[in-house]
T-cell receptor
């Protein structure tokens, strides 16, 4: 049981490049989400999904796209990377949502945009 | 939307002392309040949580209290140890219904508290 798996762990991008952060979970969780973590600002919700084919915006969605074609996978796409997107990204999942259910985080992806 | 404020941003204590971290929230409908511990370079991990129908919850040296009227909740760590040193985050969530009646919610985090326990 791998839990929540994120790749890559580290990435350096040039401004304007695009990339996809991969996230997969093997716990059959309906709810998956992406957070970014910046110093002094805690974790902020980017996008989330309550099941295959259903996604919604979080607190800071601009510049990011998501899709949920399967229960297991929830990739995060940066369309045109900007230095402001330099951050640590965490994918997380839970059975039916964070209200009363334990959220399981991936190990994080460190992204630097130069 | 929900706004969660966390204080203090840094906290330094001597080993064996108690540590208290406080959070306030804005959405009176929030009903779930977890606390996460994050060690340097690691993922956040749940250490304790409380639901809005409970005023206090304890787990060994860790306790959380909730005051719904004042909309604030606190983490209490007693007999602190050096391995308690980490960043602690509070969070708040409310249930949101989607089609089919399934309950979900969005978790809003506080800004974090860097706790340092000196031997």
């Amino acid at each position: 049981n791998a839990g929540v798996t994120q790749t890559p762990k580290f990435q350096v991008l040039k401004t304007g490049q695009s990339m996809t952060l991969q996230c997969a979970q093997d716990m059959n969780h309906e709810y998956m989400s992406w957070y970014r973590q910046d110093p002094g600002m805690g974790l902020r919700l980017i996008h989330y999904s309550v099941g295959a084919g259903i996604t919604d915006q979080g607190e800071v969605p601009n510049g990011y796209n998501v899709s949920r074609s399967t229960t297991e996978d929830f990739p995060l796409r940066l369309l045109s990377a900007a230095p402001s997107q330099t951050s640590v990204y965490f994918c997380a999942s839970s059975i039916t949502g964070p209200s009363g259910n334990t959220i399981y985080f991936g190990e994080g992806s460190w992204l630097t945009v130069v | 939307g929900e706004n969660v404020e966390q204080h203090p941003s840094t906290l330094s204590v001597q080993e064996g002392d108690s540590a208290v971290i406080k959070c306030t929230y804005s959405d009176s409908a929030s009903n779930y309040f977890p606390w996460y511990k994050q060690e340097l370079g690691k993922r956040p991990q749940l250490i304790i949580d409380i639901r809005s129908n409970v005023g206090e919850k304890k787990d060994q040296r860790i306790a959380v209290t909730l005051n719904k009227t004042a909309k604030h909740f606190s983490l209490h760590i007693t007999e602190t140890q050096p391995e308690d040193s980490a960043v602690y985050f509070c969070a708040a969530s409310r249930s949101a219904l989607y089609a089919g009646g399934t309950s979900y919610g969005k978790l809003t985090f506080g800004q974090g508290t860097i706790l340092t326990v000196h031997p």
